[in-house]
């Protein structure tokens, strides 16, 4: 079956630091990949996309992800956490002819 | 419109009613979804609308979820006879595509309560 994987349920930083919330998939063929923020009290939204070409994608709010074919990843990054970065990042796949698929989420938390 | 609406954005019923749930997609999106989110939790697919083929309802829960698009527009997911298990926050979201090239755009959701 597809699936998308967020291994970590939480991830704690302190501000200031980098973070990676990591993402694996289990889909065939070459899906595209997201990443999708969801702020306390607020609609998901979308950060950032790979589909194809370079392997580093930059989205908004200054994160990015690193797409990983031989390790089916698409881990997120942020060089230096922000307090205001702290909320639930859901990774999803689709590839064409099926619905997309999202992971469980992660909860990060970052620290003053 | 320029973004996803849904209504009501609060939801508070009595146990055994009826309720629906109405998104209104941003104008040419051809793909709309709903999904449910428990408690913060992930997001359960309940449904999927794309232009005029039919419906994958494989996630609708029970037989009394049902949801319909009018005119390729409009979706509105009702829900019958409603128990406490049913509350949670039902979010939309539309795509330009089949929803996988330009990614969704998500409504504000729905909070459902069942008392």
């Known amino acids: 079956a597809q699936s998308v994987a967020q291994p970590e349920d939480q991830v704690n930083v302190a501000e200031g630091n980098p973070l990676t919330v990591k993402c694996t998939y289990s889909?065939?063929?070459?899906?595209?990949l997201f990443w999708y923020v969801q702020y306390p009290n607020r609609g998901l939204q979308f950060l950032l996309k790979y589909i194809t070409g370079d392997n580093l994608v930059k989205g908004s709010y200054g994160f990015e992800a690193e797409f990983n074919k031989s390790q089916t990843s698409f881990h997120l990054k942020k060089p230096s956490a922000l307090v205001s970065d702290s909320a639930l990042y859901f990774c999803a796949a689709f590839r064409q002819g099926f619905k997309t698929i999202f992971g469980a989420g992660t909860r990060l938390f970052v620290k003053a | 419109g320029a973004g996803v609406s849904q209504s009501p954005s609060n939801k508070v019923t009595e146990k055994g009613k009826d309720v629906e749930l109405r998104c209104d997609p941003i104008s040419g999106h051809t793909a709309l979804y709903w999904y449910r989110q428990s408690l913060g939790q992930g997001l359960e697919f309940l449904i999927y609308?794309?232009?005029?083929?039919?419906?994958?309802k494989s996630g609708l829960p029970s037989d009394r979820f049902s949801a319909e698009r009018t005119g390729g527009s409009v979706s509105t997911l009702t829900i019958q006879r409603t128990q406490q298990e049913d509350s949670a926050v039902y979010l939309c979201?539309?795509?330009?595509?089949?929803?996988?090239?330009?990614?969704?755009?998500f409504g504000s959701g729905t909070r459902l309560t069942v008392v």
């Open positions: 979201a539309s795509s330009r595509t089949t929803g996988g090239t330009y990614g969704y755009t």
């Open positions: 889909v065939s063929g070459n899906p595209y």
């Open positions: 609308f794309q232009g005029n083929s039919a419906p994958d």
